[in-house]
């Protein structure tokens, strides 16, 4: 058995901007966190948060220019905005693999399933391409679709089944490290809860670890080990499981938790978060989230809040816990 | 695969046979009087009315078209009196040359323009892109025949290096095929470019990356293929395109083909000429645009499940 | 309702008119492509003043005859004696001419078949379209080819064959635009109050569908004008003794050993003319649609 604490990814001050002619657009700013084999982290939070671009930087696929990044992505130890481009091929795919959002667009439509699948054994097996469709065949029974579908085309398969093909395309050289973003955002519902049982099947078979992107809450809770909520680019409460769900500190995760209806109590009010995300070319000098927060002080505004640890596991970036008894109001009497 | 085959074969037909129909329609009230071609000028009426039944020019337009494209369905396109010999015979003695041409020009266009476009795409914004889009520019303005009477001037009158007109050896090619190639070259490296640009943004070529594809490979295999599509459609309007828009260079380098057919036969009012052999082309045309059409096929698998239903 | 949706229209056509020419003057290319195309129209305006047609044009003067290049004629002489530059400045109340006739035939005509076709659909839509693209088969030269032997060399012939060949390219586009116009809910809403449909295509369809339109007269005139000079090249366009780019061409062909400059400039002042008219068209369409932009 491989040791469970091996580091898989270790990230440290990762910031990603995007120079426009107009303006620079901070997609990510100064997040770090590591994670260990085998573990599963929840990354939470709303369309444009820099989650996705998060993702693309652990792949180092963010487009250059007009992306920037900076900081340290160490992959398996190796910082890998340090390896040469030319090994980059062999670290994508192999060490590392993506599935993408939207399953519909993500798959090359003049490929046949199986060619596309094929081709991550050819690239880091070195297989012939007999071997390669072969293993390919095996991959799909993996996922749950018939091996006779290998010479068919994305075109002829249905959503959810397509986002099993590309989850066979990411799980394809056993990577160390997966990121799945949003893998089911674009799907049906019955099909979603089928794609993510197969998902946590999978995960389990092997040691591998990987980061789940998504908005959905019931998801982080389904197979997350560990939460980072992010909001305009930056982590602002980051725990386990457990501490992100029953002892919440920040107020941003406090208000993705009263935008979800809690079917056990239908009189209890919905509360969404009023107002929108800060525009990422314009941020607010103190906290991004000062605006929209209700428990939002003058300081708030001025002043940027850092990651404090308030247990071992748990951090929050919130000023007002500097105050002695500040608590959300979700965890009030907890 | 088959029925969508048939289908657009019978609808080929129908654009043959309008086609053929409006260029004999249209040629059939152009001046020069064959009847009077043959008697001369001092017949007398009565031998011209006499000659002119016996020819059957004193029939409906409708039924001298259909007894027309009878004798079409038999290789006869009626006879050429400038030259003497059947029309048919005629037009397939020239059109080895046009297809020739018209063949090293797309050769010579798509060595060009099919590099140029996918760089150019691929440093969208650079000053390489800009370079390209101004040659774009100044090819689409620069009338072919000029370019032709100026590589002539270059190559043939001052170096010597090729002959300034005819067909007696094959490097007499090269200067018409750079002239009709370059023409097409700004319009084929713009659809590629553009066809290109669009592809380069899909996600399936981020997931071809994560999947660690080399980006050599992701640009030539992934990324091209499905690039080829408008690229394949510029370039069969371009092969078409030169079969009959190479007239006036055929015209410039003395080319003995179609093209100059026709302008000679238009000035001596050989009608018969004229008529079959722009029935001829058209038709050619539409069955290498039809060509074409099928090809998508090969090319997308989508398409492909298209014609099969 | 209707008064509403006509003042929301003009507020929107006239700020979007005046858009249109603030990103257009910003342009470079536009704007050089303009200032070309305003000139060789003030020089096709005023030739008969810089020049007088019997004496400097037509009249030929043996003694001058194959003076290459000089101050006194920058252009140099042709074989009868005649100033190059003159007729070639001349020879753009031929080209210009030419090509503004020949795109407003291929305008009206192909406007008036696109916007039935893309309005009425259906039968209407489908005869026009397969008779467009059965026109479209025929390649274009010769087709112009066909027409001008019908018509007899002249002018006037040139002008409505290369005229009548694009009339193709301007219904599919008509159409094209006019049918993505159809479906919006002004369209719907001035059907409701009961215009005629000829009310309909002519003060709302056609208006909205304006932009690829213009864009496409500008770009036309340039593949007009080298039409129209290549059948003049062949002797079946604008005749001599009438200085036209391609005839002028066509005369340098055979004296091209010796006098290679005879052919030099005619092809330059095709070019640039066709440039100046390209860079306008496509400023325009970058400034009409920035969507489109690069």
Same mark, same amino acid.
């Given at each position: 058995m491989e040791n469970k604490q091996d580091t898989v990814l270790q990230i440290e001050h990762l910031t990603v901007c995007y120079e426009t002619e107009d303006a620079t657009v901070q997609a990510v700013n100064d997040i770090s966190f590591t994670l260990q084999a085998g573990k599963t982290l929840g990354l939470v939070g709303e369309t444009g948060a820099g989650k996705t671009t998060t993702a693309l930087s652990v792949l $180092? /696929?963010?487009? &250059?220019?007009p992306g920037n990044v900076s900081g340290r992505v160490l992959l398996n130890g190796r910082d890998i905005y340090q390896v040469k481009k030319s090994d980059l091929d062999q670290i994508r795919g192999k060490e590392v693999s993506m599935i993408f959002q939207d399953p519909m667009t993500v798959l090359n439509p003049v490929f046949t399933v199986g060619k596309q699948i094929a081709e991550c054994f050819e690239i880091h097996e070195h297989c012939s391409k007999h071997e390669a469709m072969e293993k390919a065949a095996q991959m799909l029974k993996l996922v749950g679709?018939?091996? &006779? $579908? /290998? !010479? &068919? #085309?994305? !075109?002829?398969?249905?959503g959810g089944m397509k986002q099993r093909v590309v989850i066979a395309i990411a799980l394809a050289c056993n990577p160390s490290l997966l990121i799945a973003d949003e893998p089911t955002t674009a799907l049906d519902v019955t099909i979603q809860a089928q794609v993510l049982q197969l998902m946590r099947q999978l995960k389990e078979k092997s040691q591998m670890a990987m980061i789940m992107i998504t908005h959905d809450l019931g998801i982080v809770a389904e197979i997350c080990d560990q939460v980072a909520v992010m909001y305009a680019g930056r982590i602002v409460e980051m725990g386990t499981l457990e501490d992100v769900f029953r002892r919440t500190k920040h107020p941003y995760t406090e208000g993705l938790f009263h935008s979800i209806p809690n079917i056990f109590n239908r009189q209890e009010e919905l509360k969404p978060i009023p107002g929108r995300m800060p525009n990422p070319t314009d941020l607010p000098p103190g906290c991004a989230f000062a605006p929209r927060c209700a428990y939002a002080v003058e300081q708030c505004r001025k002043q940027l809040p850092t990651l404090q640890p308030c247990s071992e596991s748990h951090r929050v970036a919130c000023i $007002? #816990?500097? &105050?002695?008894g500040f608590r959300v109001e979700r965890s009030r009497g907890v | 695969m088959y029925r969508y085959v048939v289908k657009r074969l019978l609808m080929l037909l129908l654009v043959i046979l309008g086609v053929s129909f409006l260029i004999y329609a249209i040629m059939d009230?152009?001046? @020069?009087d064959p009847v009077w071609q043959i008697? @001369?000028?001092?017949?007398t009426q009565e031998e011209y009315e006499a000659m002119r039944a016996e020819l059957g020019f004193d029939r409906p337009l409708i039924i001298r078209y259909g007894d027309y494209m009878w004798g079409l369905l038999h290789g006869d396109l009626g006879y050429s009196y400038k030259y003497s010999m059947d029309v048919m015979e005629l037009y397939l003695s020239r059109l080895p040359a046009t297809l020739l041409l018209a063949l090293s020009a797309t050769i010579v266009s798509t060595l060009i323009s099919l590099p140029l476009g996918i760089y150019a795409a691929l440093r969208q914004g650079s000053w390489q892109d800009n370079v390209t889009a101004e040659f774009s520019v100044l090819g689409l303005a620069t009338p072919n025949f000029w370019v032709g009477l100026m590589l002539i001037i270059i190559f043939s009158l001052h170096l010597g290096w090729f002959h300034s007109g005819g067909f007696t050896s094959w490097q007499d090619v090269i200067l018409p095929a750079i002239t009709v190639g370059t023409g097409h070259t700004a319009l084929t490296t713009r659809t590629t470019r553009s066809s290109m640009i669009d592809v380069i943004r899909q996600d399936y070529l981020m997931l071809a990356r994560a999947k660690g594809v080399s980006e050599k490979k992701v640009i030539r295999r992934h990324a091209l293929k499905n690039a080829l599509i408008p690229i394949i459609t510029a370039t069969g309007i371009q092969f078409t395109g030169s079969l009959g828009g190479s007239v006036i260079t055929e015209s410039v380098f003395s080319w003995p083909g179609v093209g100059r057919l026709v302008v000679d036969a238009i000035k001596s009012q050989d009608i018969d000429t004229v008529t079959g052999s722009i029935i001829m082309t058209a038709m050619i045309t539409s069955i290498i645009l039809l060509i074409v059409d099928l090809l998508y096929a090969f090319v997308d698998p989508r398409i492909k499940a298209q014609y099969n239903k | 309702m209707d008064t509403e949706v006509s003042i929301q229209e003009k507020y929107h056509r006239r700020s979007a008119s005046s858009e249109v020419w603030h990103r257009l003057k910003k342009n470079k290319g536009a704007v050089v492509g303009g200032i070309i195309i305003l000139l060789l129209i003030f020089l096709a305006l005023f030739a008969d003043v810089l020049y007088d047609y019997e004496t400097d044009i037509v009249a030929q003067n043996l003694e001058q005859r194959f003076i290459a290049p000089c101050w006194e004629h920058p252009f140099g002489t042709d074989n009868f004696g005649r100033d190059l530059l003159a007729r070639v400045i001349y020879g753009t109340r031929a080209s210009l001419p030419v090509g503004f006739v020949a795109v407003l035939v291929a305008l009206v005509l192909g406007l008036l078949l696109g916007a039935f076709a893309g309005y009425f659909g259906g039968v209407v839509e489908n005869v026009i379209m397969r008779a467009m693209d059965i026109f479209g088969t025929v390649p274009d030269v010769l087709m112009a080819i066909a027409l001008i032997a019908v018509m007899g060399t002249s002018t006037m012939s040139l002008m409505i064959a290369v005229g009548l060949t694009s009339v193709p390219s301007f219904a599919r586009i008509t159409r094209a635009t006019v049918l993505s116009v159809r479906g919006q809910e002004f369209i719907e809403s001035a059907r409701a109050i009961g215009l005629s449909s000829w009310d309909i295509i002519f003060q709302h369809v056609v208006p909205n569908c304006l932009s690829p339109i213009i864009v496409q007269t500008t770009l036309r005139m340039g593949s007009a004008i080298i039409s129209a000079s290549a059948l003049s090249y062949l002797g079946l366009g604008v005749t001599p003794p009438m200085p036209e780019w391609g005839s002028l061409l066509s005369a340098g062909r055979g004296l091209m050993r010796d006098y290679s400059y005879m052919t030099l400039f005619p092809g330059l002042a095709i070019m640039i003319t066709v440039i100046a008219f390209n860079l306008l068209g496509d400023g325009l369409r970058d400034a009409m649609d920035p969507k489109l932009k690069k």
């Amino acid at each position: 058995m491989e040791n469970k604490q091996d580091t898989v990814l270790q990230i440290e001050h990762l910031t990603v901007c995007y120079e426009t002619e107009d303006a620079t657009v901070q997609a990510v700013n100064d997040i770090s966190f590591t994670l260990q084999a085998g573990k599963t982290l929840g990354l939470v939070g709303e369309t444009g948060a820099g989650k996705t671009t998060t993702a693309l930087s652990v792949l $180092r /696929l963010v487009p &250059e220019p007009p992306g920037n990044v900076s900081g340290r992505v160490l992959l398996n130890g190796r910082d890998i905005y340090q390896v040469k481009k030319s090994d980059l091929d062999q670290i994508r795919g192999k060490e590392v693999s993506m599935i993408f959002q939207d399953p519909m667009t993500v798959l090359n439509p003049v490929f046949t399933v199986g060619k596309q699948i094929a081709e991550c054994f050819e690239i880091h097996e070195h297989c012939s391409k007999h071997e390669a469709m072969e293993k390919a065949a095996q991959m799909l029974k993996l996922v749950g679709i018939s091996p &006779e $579908r /290998l !010479h &068919e #085309y994305p !075109h002829q398969f249905s959503g959810g089944m397509k986002q099993r093909v590309v989850i066979a395309i990411a799980l394809a050289c056993n990577p160390s490290l997966l990121i799945a973003d949003e893998p089911t955002t674009a799907l049906d519902v019955t099909i979603q809860a089928q794609v993510l049982q197969l998902m946590r099947q999978l995960k389990e078979k092997s040691q591998m670890a990987m980061i789940m992107i998504t908005h959905d809450l019931g998801i982080v809770a389904e197979i997350c080990d560990q939460v980072a909520v992010m909001y305009a680019g930056r982590i602002v409460e980051m725990g386990t499981l457990e501490d992100v769900f029953r002892r919440t500190k920040h107020p941003y995760t406090e208000g993705l938790f009263h935008s979800i209806p809690n079917i056990f109590n239908r009189q209890e009010e919905l509360k969404p978060i009023p107002g929108r995300m800060p525009n990422p070319t314009d941020l607010p000098p103190g906290c991004a989230f000062a605006p929209r927060c209700a428990y939002a002080v003058e300081q708030c505004r001025k002043q940027l809040p850092t990651l404090q640890p308030c247990s071992e596991s748990h951090r929050v970036a919130c000023i $007002r #816990y500097a &105050e002695p008894g500040f608590r959300v109001e979700r965890s009030r009497g907890v | 695969m088959y029925r969508y085959v048939v289908k657009r074969l019978l609808m080929l037909l129908l654009v043959i046979l309008g086609v053929s129909f409006l260029i004999y329609a249209i040629m059939d009230l152009a001046p @020069g009087d064959p009847v009077w071609q043959i008697l @001369g000028e001092d017949a007398t009426q009565e031998e011209y009315e006499a000659m002119r039944a016996e020819l059957g020019f004193d029939r409906p337009l409708i039924i001298r078209y259909g007894d027309y494209m009878w004798g079409l369905l038999h290789g006869d396109l009626g006879y050429s009196y400038k030259y003497s010999m059947d029309v048919m015979e005629l037009y397939l003695s020239r059109l080895p040359a046009t297809l020739l041409l018209a063949l090293s020009a797309t050769i010579v266009s798509t060595l060009i323009s099919l590099p140029l476009g996918i760089y150019a795409a691929l440093r969208q914004g650079s000053w390489q892109d800009n370079v390209t889009a101004e040659f774009s520019v100044l090819g689409l303005a620069t009338p072919n025949f000029w370019v032709g009477l100026m590589l002539i001037i270059i190559f043939s009158l001052h170096l010597g290096w090729f002959h300034s007109g005819g067909f007696t050896s094959w490097q007499d090619v090269i200067l018409p095929a750079i002239t009709v190639g370059t023409g097409h070259t700004a319009l084929t490296t713009r659809t590629t470019r553009s066809s290109m640009i669009d592809v380069i943004r899909q996600d399936y070529l981020m997931l071809a990356r994560a999947k660690g594809v080399s980006e050599k490979k992701v640009i030539r295999r992934h990324a091209l293929k499905n690039a080829l599509i408008p690229i394949i459609t510029a370039t069969g309007i371009q092969f078409t395109g030169s079969l009959g828009g190479s007239v006036i260079t055929e015209s410039v380098f003395s080319w003995p083909g179609v093209g100059r057919l026709v302008v000679d036969a238009i000035k001596s009012q050989d009608i018969d000429t004229v008529t079959g052999s722009i029935i001829m082309t058209a038709m050619i045309t539409s069955i290498i645009l039809l060509i074409v059409d099928l090809l998508y096929a090969f090319v997308d698998p989508r398409i492909k499940a298209q014609y099969n239903k | 309702m209707d008064t509403e949706v006509s003042i929301q229209e003009k507020y929107h056509r006239r700020s979007a008119s005046s858009e249109v020419w603030h990103r257009l003057k910003k342009n470079k290319g536009a704007v050089v492509g303009g200032i070309i195309i305003l000139l060789l129209i003030f020089l096709a305006l005023f030739a008969d003043v810089l020049y007088d047609y019997e004496t400097d044009i037509v009249a030929q003067n043996l003694e001058q005859r194959f003076i290459a290049p000089c101050w006194e004629h920058p252009f140099g002489t042709d074989n009868f004696g005649r100033d190059l530059l003159a007729r070639v400045i001349y020879g753009t109340r031929a080209s210009l001419p030419v090509g503004f006739v020949a795109v407003l035939v291929a305008l009206v005509l192909g406007l008036l078949l696109g916007a039935f076709a893309g309005y009425f659909g259906g039968v209407v839509e489908n005869v026009i379209m397969r008779a467009m693209d059965i026109f479209g088969t025929v390649p274009d030269v010769l087709m112009a080819i066909a027409l001008i032997a019908v018509m007899g060399t002249s002018t006037m012939s040139l002008m409505i064959a290369v005229g009548l060949t694009s009339v193709p390219s301007f219904a599919r586009i008509t159409r094209a635009t006019v049918l993505s116009v159809r479906g919006q809910e002004f369209i719907e809403s001035a059907r409701a109050i009961g215009l005629s449909s000829w009310d309909i295509i002519f003060q709302h369809v056609v208006p909205n569908c304006l932009s690829p339109i213009i864009v496409q007269t500008t770009l036309r005139m340039g593949s007009a004008i080298i039409s129209a000079s290549a059948l003049s090249y062949l002797g079946l366009g604008v005749t001599p003794p009438m200085p036209e780019w391609g005839s002028l061409l066509s005369a340098g062909r055979g004296l091209m050993r010796d006098y290679s400059y005879m052919t030099l400039f005619p092809g330059l002042a095709i070019m640039i003319t066709v440039i100046a008219f390209n860079l306008l068209g496509d400023g325009l369409r970058d400034a009409m649609d920035p969507k489109l932009k690069k």
